[in-house]
């Protein structure tokens, strides 16, 4: 039995909760910073570090409070330290030395992309290792072989953009505003995708790689030709974008040695035709399809406190350096063709 902090400041959401080992959210709290970067339709980074630096402290009290705990009660501190925006990464991590050391308390130094790829777990206890993940975010776009904590095999990534960017490229194209993934998700229920022919990078290729940078240009030709709705817009790069998952997570499926199921997380894996597509995907396969509740697929810190139910007794050394990038399997081939996104 632990119970555990987890504080998450990598990207936008300011996010502390505590979490214990019979999978249970004590508390949590989410201070998203959307009305902030609005204007700029995108996060911008030293508004972000500004925004976590002044928010933390009290939704940590905050949690504390709620869940009628003391730091004393807590077994360890986990908190994001990497892959992420560095100043943001940095005031939590730092934020969760000072707690550890204050506290005597073990620090554990969190990838926030194990965070996402652990998740499931939290949502459901029958989950096993090995399982085939799909991690779909903001910033990553991956086919992951889970074989355990730590332990990853990367079989697919993108070779330009992640699927949420290109979700967010889309809605600024179409002037839905930001974050753009929900809103394109809204507006495509009412649109025609066949009503606009879009390309799918990449399908049949031998290696499950992504690449959605052909399928913007393509929404912004579409939209610049001035002769499509929106909403038929927004449903076709919906669906051409399914079917580019679909079919890449069907050629891993091929790869993935005995899985035990196929699951989806990230921030994109809250969209319900994304989700929709996969588990028909898994039911073709026979296997079980897992994918968490949407509010633990967007970022948030019961991901990254289970993260460090998972990892106790594993601490980490209190002058850990947060890490701007982190890959989950650092032995991975680049993806030919690969830019300088990972
Ligand atoms: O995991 P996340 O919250 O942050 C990162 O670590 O990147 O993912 C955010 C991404 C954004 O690109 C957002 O547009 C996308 O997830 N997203 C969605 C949906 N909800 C969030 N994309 C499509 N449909 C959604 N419903
Ligand atoms: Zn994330």
């Excluded at 949690?63 to 943001?88: F, K, N, S």
């Excluded at 290696?207 to 399928?215: C, I």
């Excluded at 030709?221 to 580019?244: L, P, V």
């Excluded at 990254?304 to 594993?314: T, Y």
Aim: charged fraction near 20%; hydrophobic fraction near 50%.
């Amino acid at each position: 039995m632990g119970i555990v902090l987890g504080i998450e400041s990598s990207c936008d959401e300011t996010a502390a909760a505590l979490v214990d080992s019979d999978r249970r959210v004590l508390a949590q709290r989410i201070a998203s910073q959307d009305e902030a970067h609005r204007p700029y339709g995108g996060v911008v980074p030293e508004i972000a570090a500004r925004a976590h630096a002044e928010r933390l402290a009290p939704l940590i009290e905050a949690v504390l409070e709620e869940a009628g705990l003391g730091l004393a009660d807590v077994d360890a501190i986990a908190a994001t330290a990497g892959p992420g925006l560095i100043g943001g990464v940095m005031v939590g991590l730092v934020t969760a030395k000072a707690l550890a050391m204050a506290a005597d308390r073990p620090l554990i130094a969190i990838n926030h992309l194990e965070g996402h790829a652990l998740s499931p777990r939290l949502a459901d206890a029958s989950l096993q290792f090995p399982y085939l993940l799909l991690l779909v975010s903001g910033g990553h776009c991956q086919l992951l072989e889970v074989r355990g904590v730590g332990q990853f095999r990367r079989l697919g990534t993108t070779i330009d953009d992640a699927l949420g960017e290109a979700f967010d490229k889309t809605a600024k194209i179409l002037g839905l505003g930001y974050p753009g993934g929900p809103a394109v998700e809204r507006l495509a229920l009412q649109g025609d995708a066949k009503a606009v022919p879009l390309p799918r990078p990449l399908l049949g290729s031998a290696e499950p790689h992504f690449s959605f940078a052909g399928l913007k240009s393509a929404v912004l030709r579409a939209k610049e030709a001035g002769i499509h709705a929106n909403a038929d817009i927004a449903a076709a790069f919906q669906q051409a974008a399914i079917d580019c998952v679909i079919d890449r997570t069907r050629k891993a499926l091929g790869i993935a040695e005995a899985p035990t199921a196929l699951v989806v997380a990230g921030g994109v894996a809250a969209n319900k035709a994304v989700r929709g597509a996969l588990e028909a995907l898994a039911g073709q396969h026979g296997l079980p399809f897992v994918a968490p509740p949407p509010a633990l697929c967007t970022d948030n810190a019961a991901m990254i406190a289970w993260a460090g139910i998972e990892r106790l007794g594993q601490d980490d050394p209190l002058d850990f350096v947060a890490r701007p990038r982190w890959p989950l399997d650092p032995d991975a081939a680049p993806a030919r063709g690969a830019g300088v996104k990972a």
